[in-house]
């Protein structure tokens, strides 16, 4: 009975102090979106290729699984998940980036230059 109790009130102390515990410490540090050289290389020398086979081997598991997908209406559900995420995270992210979707960093700076060159058509730069 007494080690009943005593576990007791050490789960409910230690909910109270998991539960004290500020949200900041469980939080996920900031996603870096401006990543270095070593970190561009690994991303495309690693997990971009590794991003093509999952989307492959997806397209090839919602193959097999569509006429059963068909059958309960959820066949592009199957696909989003099987074969639209893997190819989001591998094709729609700059390199080296966590965060899938354009970042429009070359829009701005392809703007940037076409000012530059309407105010000074002279001057050709190749790189921004």
Request: charged fraction near 20%.
């Amino acid at each position: 009975m007494k080690i009943i109790l005593r576990s007791r009130r050490a789960i409910i102390a230690l909910t109270i102090a998991c539960l004290m515990l500020p949200q900041a410490l469980w939080a996920q540090n900031a996603v870096d979106e401006d990543p270095n050289a070593l970190i561009m290389v690994g991303d495309l020398v690693v997990a971009r290729p590794i991003g093509v086979v999952m989307t492959v081997g997806g397209v090839a598991v919602w193959l097999v699984s569509l006429p059963f997908t068909l059958l309960a209406g959820n066949a592009s559900e199957a696909a989003g998940a099987l074969m639209g995420g893997p190819a989001e995270a591998t094709f729609m992210r700059c390199l080296g980036c966590r965060n899938t979707g354009y970042t429009g960093k070359d829009t701005a700076q392809n703007e940037k230059n076409k000012e530059v060159e309407e105010e000074h058509p002279e001057v050709v730069s190749v790189f921004p």
